[in-house]
């Protein structure tokens, strides 16, 4: 195992990699914001969690994933971007990301991005030459306040409780309640001025739809990754660091940059 790979405690819970996809994904998925229109079906083959087809074919309809998902396998010499080491980057983060170019990373964002957001596009641009890289803070933060993934429609309240949801979020497990449990997390916060993280709350989370998950049984005491109102996975000590750190990472630039105008312009309606 070499130093890009997470840490090695986390071999004996292997899932493979679309099936770990589909337990981050299926959240916004469920809520209708990307990926397939059938959601009910996508549950149903990350529950089954098995490496097939049909799975890998739902994962790639995910628009907003999949090129970052393309740009970290490229980059670190791994020929799936379904491969668990590629998602895992993604979502949770990894010494993989800081491997991928900078300029492939701009590239990528210019094919997507710059005809949708226009003159706005080099403050985009500024995230990667500031050290944005293709982890999924960096989407949520860098990219979706630009990109009217943040409907004109919802007001800063609303606006913020989509950020906060959308990212993916760590937290300690301190009650288990049948479909749901109990975590302790830190909230998205804004002052009018920056964007930060709370210290650390209860909040309630499903597990399970009627006894039925994708992952295995939670207990207190474990740190877990949370997307929009699920639980995604069970993460070690050390890949809470990660996703920390990248999130943190992220959240500084847009603070510092000429970025913080794209929230700043949601959060203070």
Known sequence: MTELDVDPRSRERAVPG????????YPPNSHGFCGPLDHVEFWEHGVAAVDDLDLRALSQQFAGAWPYLELIASATGLNDPLDRRVVEAYWVGSPRLDRVDAHAVGHSMEERFQSLTRAQFPALSESVTAGGVPHHSFAVFCIYPWTGLLSERRKADHALTV????????????????????????????????????????????????????MDPLAPGDWVSLHWEWVCDRLTERQVGFLRSYTLRHLKIVNEGNLHSGPAGLLDR
């Open 18 to 25: 679309p099936v770990l996809f589909a337990r981050y994904a």
């Open 163 to 214: 950020l906060d949801r959308c990212r993916i979020r760590w937290g300690k497990v301190t009650a288990v309640q049948g479909d749901q449990v109990v975590v302790e997390s830190r909230r998205l916060l804004w002052d009018g001025h920056v964007l930060s993280l709370g210290e650390p709350a209860p909040e309630t989370a499903v597990r399970s739809l009627d006894g039925v998950s994708m």
